[in-house]
């Protein structure tokens, strides 16, 4: 059935996040409660959203620079919970792609780490992005060449903005030459 196919998806998903001695509540097996927890959310969200949720969720659990201050879930519990407040709204929607925002799961330590590093001048191994070269504007190519030379560029449909912008009248008078012998 592609039902359990995609419960156990999911629940394998959620196994593969454990890691030794982090406390993640792994599942030996997909029990009738997973099966239900998991077949109510795929009314609505598909595997990969659920899969999502679950790494962004392991992310926060695991990562040193954020807060996790609910004791341990699993599967279960992750799928189940939802917020006092709105009885209506699961916890773990908070987790999924479009919901997700990391600023508020990070430990206040990471927070002034990374309003430091993002003020701290640049180095070699966070380089500024290379300048652009300056381009002219269109006005400054026009003004470089009389009216009467660019309409006869403009009516041979062969202008070359790269002659205008090296301004190599030479190039130009050639260009004109060959066209007109053609």
């Given at each position: 059935?592609?039902?359990?196919?995609?419960?156990?998806?999911?629940?394998?998903?959620?196994?593969?996040?454990?890691?030794?001695?982090?406390?993640?509540?792994?599942?030996?097996?997909?029990?009738?409660?997973?099966?239900?927890?998991?077949?109510?959310?795929?009314?609505?969200?598909?595997?990969?959203?659920?899969?999502?949720?679950?790494?962004?969720?392991?992310?926060?659990?695991?990562?040193?620079?954020?807060t996790?201050?609910?004791?341990?879930?699993?599967?279960?519990?992750?799928?189940t919970?939802?917020?006092?407040?709105?009885?209506?709204?699961?916890?773990?929607?908070?987790?999924?792609?479009?919901n997700?925002?990391?600023?508020?799961?990070?430990?206040?330590?990471?927070?002034?780490?990374?309003?430091?590093?993002?003020?701290?001048?640049?180095?070699?191994?966070?380089?500024?992005?290379?300048?652009?070269?300056?381009?002219?504007?269109?006005?400054?190519?026009?003004?470089?060449?009389?009216?009467?030379?660019?309409?006869?560029?403009?009516?041979?449909?062969?202008?070359?903005?790269?002659?205008?912008?090296?301004?190599?009248?030479?190039?130009?008078?050639?260009?004109?030459?060959?066209?007109?012998?053609?």
């Amino acid at each position: 059935m592609p039902i359990i196919k995609d419960c156990q998806s999911v629940l394998d998903k959620w196994n593969s996040q454990a890691r030794p001695k982090s406390g993640w509540k792994t599942h030996r097996e997909l029990k009738y409660d997973l099966i239900v927890a998991i077949t109510g959310h795929l009314k609505y969200w598909d595997v990969e959203d659920m899969c999502d949720a679950i790494d962004n969720y392991a992310m926060v659990f695991h990562g040193r620079d954020y807060t996790w201050t609910y004791r341990k879930w699993g599967l279960n519990e992750f799928l189940t919970r939802r917020i006092p407040d709105d009885k209506t709204r699961y916890r773990w929607w908070r987790f999924l792609p479009n919901n997700f925002v990391e600023g508020e799961w990070l430990s206040e330590g990471a927070k002034k780490r990374r309003i430091r590093l993002a003020r701290e001048p640049l180095t070699a191994l966070n380089p500024a992005p290379p300048e652009p070269p300056p381009t002219k504007s269109l006005d400054e190519i026009y003004a470089d060449y009389s009216e009467e030379e660019l309409r006869e560029l403009w009516n041979r449909s062969r202008f070359d903005v790269e002659l205008i912008k090296k301004k190599r009248p030479e190039m130009a008078e050639k260009f004109r030459k060959n066209r007109r012998a053609k």
